[in-house]
């Protein structure tokens, strides 16, 4: 291949495509940059081709061409065979699959979109494989974009009321989902910026032939509808209508990162999502102060309650316009609801002051008591609280201290302080920590050994009814009775007599910072 003339026209919108957006990272050491080139054999892809191949060699790329056969035409064949020809002419390494007919199938509802997804899993594959892997620097995948589709994504985003990211259309430089790593790969469209009519001249200018997709005449496909009935006619009106949709896209991508910085600012000073649960890896929950919220612009409440979404594991289109500002109202207005459904598995909860994205399984808020979740008791019925030793519960801590009678506080009866408790420990045989089963029975201090239901002692205490699955009691582990139902009351049995030699100190601290905090003294253990 030779190299382009230095004054061709496309290798200066290339070249600078490359100094504004940095489309290619400059190849580390002696290896060259790999890069995925995705070409169907259309005029577009082609045309990138020849020009990333006269490329190649100053800006140090190493090309692989990647072809999806789509299966859906008889002659889709035909067009695998060209690209792969072309490749081969090119002397570059080539790759091929084709759809199987369930795959299109699943597509169906929406082809077009189903076939593109499709196909950057398969370009993010072939980015995955050895011979194109790099010891230092990730592949780069480059499609054919121009500045025609700009314009008909831009129109076509206009048309369904989207917002600034729609508006914005395509980017030079956006992230794919990476199949074998944690870190996206780069997406780049070096002809975002080049009208099809150049793209035509140079092939034709050249004697480069390409192949024609006759599907792209079908009306049947929204932007097919666009670019050969719409925008002919709007041109006639504004015949520099794709160079100011490009434009217009370009102000509204720097206008949308401006506010996605503006979001995530909010997001990270109001929101307050949960750690993750041990079998789930977003946050169970986020938590927003409900002044706050309301304190913020209408746009930038739209923006945290996306970013909300996105951090408990929604996808975009679950937050979609109509469903966030319904929420959106809500939250500014007076509604108070619990567990409301959103989307998926997420609900949403509110009281007077605050309120929570939060899954469906969770608790709306943390509550300010321990508490022992549905991920706590799907790893254990009960854990062992050794003599002297402690158990950790999100972010609470149960420590077990045994001491001789005579270590106990003067005052230890007047403790105002309903997570700890002294015992007698020569009425317990070990200790463990568990929940409430349904109709389980308790003999409480001052009852005079009396049992009372331990739904009836929660009524009695208030206790909300969504605390009380977790909550967190101790029973003797020969006889299972129950020793303290914690912060609430202390067994009967477990109480300390005159006769009482030595002595069971339990007590819940809660994390602060890298602190545990009695909950009476407010002192760092």
């Not at 290798?11 to 490359?18: I, K, P, T, V």
């Not at 719409?230 to 490009?246: N, V």
């Not at 409480?444 to 009691?473: C, I, M, Q, S, Y």
């Amino acid at each position: 291949m030779t190299a382009l003339a230095p004054d061709d026209r496309l290798y200066n919108a290339l070249r600078q495509a490359q100094e504004r957006h940095r489309l290619f990272p400059t190849a580390a050491g002696d290896t060259p940059h790999p890069v995925i080139v995705g070409v169907s054999g259309g005029a577009d892809s082609v045309c990138l081709l020849h020009l990333l191949a006269g490329l190649a060699r100053p800006w140090r790329l190493a090309l692989h061409v990647a072809h999806l056969d789509h299966n859906v035409r008889p002659d889709s064949a035909e067009d695998a065979a060209f690209v792969r020809a072309l490749a081969e002419g090119l002397g570059l390494p080539f790759y091929t699959r084709q759809l199987a007919s369930k795959q299109i199938d699943e597509a169906d509802n929406n082809l077009e979109a189903g076939l593109r997804q499709l196909r950057y899993a398969f370009f993010a594959e072939v980015a995955g494989t050895s011979d194109c892997q790099s010891d230092v620097q990730q592949p780069t995948i480059a499609v054919a974009h121009n500045a025609d589709d700009q314009a008909e994504t831009i129109l076509m985003h206009v048309l369904r009321g989207s917002g600034l990211a729609g508006l914005a259309g395509m980017r030079p430089v956006s992230p794919l989902p990476n199949p074998t790593g944690p870190e996206p790969l780069r997406l780049v469209r070096p002809l975002l910026d080049v009208p099809r009519t150049q793209i035509l001249q140079y092939l034709d200018d050249r004697e480069i032939f390409w192949r024609e997709d006759p599907s792209n005449r079908e009306m049947r496909f929204a932007r097919n509808w666009l670019r050969h009935q719409i925008l002919p006619e709007l041109r006639k009106l504004y015949p520099s209508l794709t160079p100011s949709l490009a434009r217009l896209g370009a102000v509204m991508a720097d206008e949308s990162d401006r506010a996605d910085r503006i979001n995530a600012e909010a997001f990270q000073r109001l929101g307050q999502p949960s750690e993750p649960s041990a079998t789930t890896d977003p946050p169970v929950r986020v938590v927003f102060n409900r002044d706050d919220f309301r304190g913020l612009d209408v746009a930038t409440q739209r923006g945290v309650l996306r970013l909300a979404g996105d951090a408990l594991g929604l996808l975009s289109e679950d937050m979609h316009y109509e469903r966030t500002e319904n929420l959106r109202l809500s939250l500014a207005g007076n509604d108070t609801p619990s567990a409301l459904p959103l989307a998926g598995q997420i609900v949403w909860s509110a009281d007077d002051s605050r309120f929570s994205l939060h899954q469906k399984a969770a608790l709306a808020f943390q509550p300010d008591t321990p508490f022992l979740d549905d991920d706590w008791c799907s790893q254990h019925n009960s854990v062992n609280l050794p003599l002297d030793g402690e158990v950790a519960v999100a972010n609470w801590r149960l420590t077990c201290r045994a001491v001789e009678v005579t270590e106990l506080p003067t005052n230890w009866r007047k403790v105002n302080d309903p997570w700890q408790a002294w015992c007698d420990a020569g009425q317990v045989a070990g200790l463990l920590l568990t929940t409430p089963r349904r109709g389980q029975r308790f003999a409480p201090l001052g009852l005079a050994g009396r049992h009372k239901n331990v739904g009836d002692l929660f009524t009695d205490n208030k206790v909300p009814v969504e605390l009380r699955a977790g909550w967190p009691l101790l029973v003797d582990g020969n006889s299972g009775e129950i020793v303290w139902l914690c912060g609430l009351r202390l067994g009967n049995k477990a109480r300390i007599r005159p006769e009482t030699k030595r002595v069971l100190h339990l007590q819940w601290s809660k994390e602060q910072g890298d602190f545990f905090v009695n909950t009476d003294e407010k002192e760092h253990r």
